[in-house]
């Protein structure tokens, strides 16, 4: 009689392999399997077996240990060795990291001997060893090592309360356990008190706190044996508190009791049925508690299919079999508890064990993948999607920030699974799964006439309709017969992160197609989804490099979205007008879009100026000036024109890297103009010129920090998917932050050290408080526009509260050319000077011929040499250096200006037109 329910029950496994035995002739099951060899037909011609059972090394096997196993056959010149096959519970098993099967061949006969190594409970079962009908088998019994359990793992409990730590066998059924073999520790000290050992596999320790020092760790142990030494393997952590402190209140969650806990400390107890593991739950420092943390609660199917995945296969015949059997077994038990959530340990481990599957069916071409196998397959990944199992996912994202990288490996898994289903798939019968709750899946092979997906929608939050994925195929490009996977996600969205937070993400099309470069294709990928009227659509797509929505070569065309490469896509939709909603973002981009308009028209304005006057205002400082305003106008069309072109990729790179290597030369230029300043008011003046080091700070150092980034990026994630300039996801941007904060910050010092100068002279010393007031606020007002000093509100405004800051941000940068143009050339008592003369010299060449006699020179320098009044007494100052004849001006001719460093005063010219 066999048992068929309780603990003696025959295993599944080993019912297959009685029913594959009577197919080949077994009568009974006391029918000795020796009895009916095959004397002649397919692989087992000539072989026959020598024993009636396989021999076992020990005899009796122990948990953790090793064994061998031996089958022997009479071999004639028809007998192989090499079709020798070895079961374990009906899967085949070949040489791997915990299975070694040898052969040999001696006097007629073949000996095949089989080693396991850290035998497990899952290996308990029935054992064959044959070829075909010629077989024999044994079955496999192994004793157990006690499995223990201590309860709870970590509490904390006030000075003076009573508490107990339970140690407890949990397989004691299949285990000699010896009664009072309980040892218990606290540290590597031997408690002896206060234990009641009620049975042989259940012991019990009771701890009265009064005696222990509070806000303490005490650490005790147990174990089992009659050899146990402190501590002992198996331990719990009790915390004592102050009585009054804060602590998380006692709850109950269905099995679970949250004893009271002090704050800031973590309750670790055992997951309840029919879960393996322990669950945590902190307490925070304001005395609430957080969400469970499921993530080592397991249930023992999952657990035992990782570990038989987890062994070193490469026979193609056991991994099929054990590929079969995970899959089977994890969508059976996904599938018989679908209305219960998976824990977050499950979420992971499922993924871990899809990713091996696809790794193992991977690994060879003559490994086939049944039909069978992957409806199972895609069965579980539907239940991982399910919305039972939402908020499963979002517990993981908050407490250990992967559910980007889970649910990313997850969409990789299903294209190279996918890849392998392929290979087998022809032209006419498409593999298709579309009767599930969450996913729709098709795998087919097409020739040159395109790929057509279709898919009925009926998620909830949308009207009935249909998904479409349309591709053309390019014959230049794809050959002919080409394997494709093309996917609906109903509910994958929920568990994506969505930056976009004002946006809603619609179901996920998928289109891969295996062994081509699908990067940059000559035919757009079409894809339609539905669409709520009065909804704003945005096409992107999933980009697993930095786990977000990504815009980058993709559009929305009429009433699709067309992409120019193949992956994950979706559609990000919003209110029509939403923009509205937030209308300081609009408004920030009109600001930006009118200054840097204006300001580019002014920088050109300026230059033009200084251009037509160069011969009178050509100095050092103004030099600078020309290449600040020249950097800026390049940078302001460059931002005009070419933000916003992230559809071609390589464009995009390209503005990038200009837009970031023009604004770190307009910074560097800034920081050279801080210089010269710091130099003129501290010491006194060099007739040697600085400017080719300036102009090699300005130019060259922002190539040199362009050229690392994009090397070390190799122009990939350089710029953001949203505007062509840097990405804040790598970091990369913090390679112009860097640089322009520092230059910010010493231009800052030089301003400081501007105006100390300034109020320490002596002719400011002697005026009003408000006309000191009025200097230094003009003063400020010139250097801010050379010196980038309001690139701090830049800064300050990332944060999207300070919403002021990013107002004057936008304001003073983008209107900083405008600046520039207003106290540099409108406003700037040089410019106005070089101008009169160079009116009144355009006046002077109309007279009549007369004679020039230079009779002295007078030299006026900036800060010390030329001033003009300002109406309130004060000396207007620049950093020019004119060199003003003093002409004799004679009527009979005029004499050609021999340098363009001199030419008439506008004083000395109204001089000699009044003596006229």
Known sequence: MVATQGKDATSYATVEMWVAEFKHGRQSLEDDPCARRSNGENRSQGCSLTSSNITQTPQTLKEAGNASFRCKFHASSGCNDKDIEWKLKGVTRGNSSRFTISHSKSNGKIVSDLTMQGLQEIDRGNLSCGIDSVLVWREINIEELPVINIYPKSISVAKGQNTSITCNITNHHSTNIIEGTFVWCVGDRNVTENIDNSSASHSVLNINTSGLTDEVFYTYSCDVGMTVSCPAVYF????????????CKSIEMGTIAWTETSANHTVVMDCPDPYQGDIKRHCKSDG?????????????????????????????????????KAVTTINNVTSENSAEPLSSGELNLTSAILSRI????????????????????????????STNNSETWRQMETAEDQTQTKVSELLKTVENFGAVVARKVNNTHPIRLDTMDNIVIEIGRVNNDG??????DSSDDHETGTLNITLSLDNTIF??????????????????????TDRNVSEVLSLSLPGVNTVNLSHPVTLTFNKHENQTPECVFWNFENSSWSERGCNWTGDSCTCYHLTNFAVLTSPVGSTSSDPDTYVLRIVSFIGCILSSISTLITMAVYFKLWRYVKNDRNRLLMNLCASLTVSYLLFLGGINSTDNDALCTTITALLHYFFLVTFCLMLAEGIEILISVTRVSSLKSKLKWYLLLGWGVPM????????VTHAEEYHSDLYCWLTFTNGVVYSFIGPAVCIVLVNIVVLGITLKTLYSSQLIQTK??????????????????????????????????LIVFQYLFALANSLQGFFIFLFYCVFNASIRQALANKLKHVETSRM????TGIDKEVVMKSWNNIQDNDGDGFPITTSSEFKLPRPNLKFEEIQPFSSPKRFPSFSTMRNNESSM
């Open 704 to 711: 040199a920090v362009v050229a690392v980034t994009v090397g």
């Open 848 to 851: 009549p011929s007369f004679e």
């Open 479 to 500: 050959p002919g017969n080409q394997s494709f996977i093309a996917a609906v996600y109903r509910t994958i969205a929920d568990t994506l992160p969505n930056t976009r």
């Open 768 to 801: 009003t408080e408000k006309k000191k007031i009025m200097a230094g606020i003009r003063s400020v007002s010139i250097l801010l526009p050379v010196l980038g000093i309001t690139w701090l509100f830049g800064i300050v405004s990332m944060s999207d509260d």
């Open 358 to 385: 696809t790794e193992l069916v991977s690994s060879s071409d003559a490994i086939d993948v049944n039909n069978e196998t992957t409806k199972n397959f895609f069965g579980i990944l539907d239940q991982m999607l």
């Open 451 to 456: 790929i057509h997906f279709t898919a009925d």
């Open 288 to 324: 609430n508690w957080e969400d469970p943390d499921w993530s080592e609660c397991i249930r023992q199917q999952f657990d035992d299919t990782w570990n038989e995945l987890d062994d070193d296969m490469s026979d193609p015949v056991q991994i099929e079999e054990t590929v079969n």
């Open 236 to 247: 719990s952590q009790i915390y004592v508190y102050k009585a009054g402190a804060e602590t």
